[in-house]
């Protein structure tokens, strides 16, 4: 049965979105961004896929009678780097995907 060109057109059109798609979350995968806080006294290292890898605190910000302060600056450097992963997985999928070129802007669904 012959397909319709149409047809065929939208199938390649589609079967090039998902490898574009696809190399761009492998990129993503092994990207890593790194989010810190308090002038570097807590740091944090995620993928592009969100993915914690490395929480480095500096042993002086350590205080057994603040440990509230540490937290915030966990917390802190967590959301910096997840911000810096969200932009890049944005950039990355629109730029392997046909969505950039027709003025789709993404949530962050991925």
Request: aromatic residues 2%; proline residues 5%; contains cysteine.
């Amino acid at each position: 049965m012959m397909r319709n060109p149409i047809q065929a057109m939208i199938q390649n059109q589609l079967a090039s979105f998902q490898e574009g798609l696809a190399e761009a979350m492998e990129q993503l995968s092994v990207a890593e961004m790194e989010g810190s806080a308090g002038g570097g006294a807590v740091k944090v290292k995620i993928t592009g896929m969100g993915e914690v890898t490395e929480v480095c605190i500096d042993p002086q910000v350590v205080d057994p009678d603040d440990v509230e302060l540490l937290q915030d600056l966990v917390c802190a450097a967590v959301r910096e780097a997840l911000r810096k992963a969200s932009e890049l997985k944005r950039e990355r999928i629109m730029s392997s995907t046909p969505l950039g070129s027709l003025g789709v802007d993404l949530p962050d669904i991925f």
